[in-house]
């Protein structure tokens, strides 16, 4: 039987499925619900905050089923063989970041360490995200699968902005010696922007093989 994924989708959701493990580990120790583990440490001062606990909880647990649910969206064999798993489960990635990922990570942003300018880059990526998302149930529930599935890459990128802000957290480090709000404000910024450059040239590149399949068929 010939498997659902080529070995380009098989390796990319591998990748997806490592990280997804390491953000369940770093998720995993607050499933305790006390304010002196790890990040919190550093947010003592709005743990008192009710919206801002609610949030917080809400945006972490919220996570890895946007990840894995968005991850599944991509696959064209997955798509053509499973058609109903492609729209109920982009129907359940859809409602998890409009509903609870993107507004809680809206109230995380107001909060964000690292001042005005990594608060103003959070509280866009929040934005974005969901107006993305928005755009393409959108536009399938239009019928332009095209722009549906350029605003769902869109979607995706900024959802695995959550790999890349961890990613970045853990190697810097290594590298720079940037510390306190200089990190804060250079990840805030990185985690995302980047992410949106390499959505925005897939989708360019994509738009460019959709016009030469075009013009073979009709200058054959």
């Not at 492609?86 to 409602?95: A, C, F, M, N, Q």
């Not at 998890?96 to 300018?117: D, E, K, R």
């Not at 959802?159 to 190697?171: G, H, K, N």
Request: glycine share 4%; hydrophobic share 55%; proline share 5%.
């Amino acid at each position: 039987m010939k498997s659902p994924l080529s070995p380009v989708n098989g390796f990319f959701l591998l990748v997806i499925l490592f990280f997804s493990w390491l953000m369940f580990r770093i998720t995993w120790p607050f499933t305790s619900f006390r304010s002196d583990v790890g990040f919190l440490l550093s947010k003592q001062h709005v743990w008192h905050l009710v919206a801002w606990r609610i949030a917080f909880y809400t945006h972490i647990f919220s996570s890895l089923p946007v990840l894995l649910l968005g991850c599944l969206q991509f696959f064209p064999r997955i798509r053509k063989r499973y058609p109903r798993f492609h729209i109920r489960s982009g129907k359940l990635y859809v409602l998890i970041i409009l509903v609870l990922a993107a507004p809680s990570g809206l109230v995380l942003g107001v909060y964000a360490n690292g001042g005005a300018v990594a608060q103003i880059s959070f509280c866009l990526l929040a934005v974005a995200w969901w107006l993305f998302t928005w755009t393409g149930y959108r536009n399938i529930r239009k019928g332009e699968p095209k722009r549906h599935a350029e605003f769902m890459i869109r979607s995706y990128a900024l959802a695995l902005s959550a790999i890349t802000l961890r990613s970045y957290v853990f190697l810097l480090p290594a590298f720079f010696s940037l510390q306190g709000r200089e990190m804060y404000v250079f990840v805030a910024w990185m985690s995302w922007v980047p992410n949106l450059l390499i959505a925005e040239l897939l989708i360019r590149l994509f738009r460019r093989k959709r016009q030469a399949v075009r013009s073979a068929r009709i200058h054959p």
